[in-house]
Nanobody, 119 residues
Framework: QVQEAESGGGLVQAGGSLRLNCTAPKYHWRISVMGWFRQAPDKEREFVAA????????EYADSVKGRFTISKDNAKNAVTLQMNSLIPEDTAIYYC????????????WGQGTQVTISS
């Protein structure tokens, strides 16, 4: 299932900021967690951040702690990833993901959005 779920990628200089947005699937009431993974060229996909859909607790990869903030907009059924102090190593395709209630696995949602940080 591939839909245009993500938005907000782009090209910025190191030290800049970007905000990524992801609209939850229509069946959002079945979601327990939403978050972001990323994949850089010639690297494996890696976890970036996630937030519990109900309680709102968040977790982050060590590489982005203190720079990225994930939040959810209940009214819009969406999650936002605010990325500050960006570095070239953050360059990747960012994918919105979710977990269904009762599942421990992430499902990709959307085609991804390119984030490029120039030095």
């Amino acid at each position: 299932q591939v839909q245009e779920a993500e938005s907000g990628g782009g090209l910025v200089q190191a030290g800049g900021s970007l905000r990524l947005n992801c609209t939850a699937p229509k069946y959002h009431w079945r979601i327990s967690v939403m978050g972001w993974f990323r994949q850089a060229p010639d690297k494996e996909r890696e976890f970036v951040a996630a937030i519990r859909w109900g309680a709102g607790g968040a977790e982050y990869a060590d590489s982005v702690k203190g720079r990225f903030t994930i939040s959810k907009d209940n009214a819009k059924n969406a999650v936002t990833l605010q990325m500050n102090s960006l570095i070239p190593e953050d360059t990747a395709i960012y994918y919105c993901v979710y977990k269904k209630l009762g599942s421990s696995e992430y499902t990709s949602w959307g085609q991804g959005t390119q984030v490029t940080i120039s030095s």
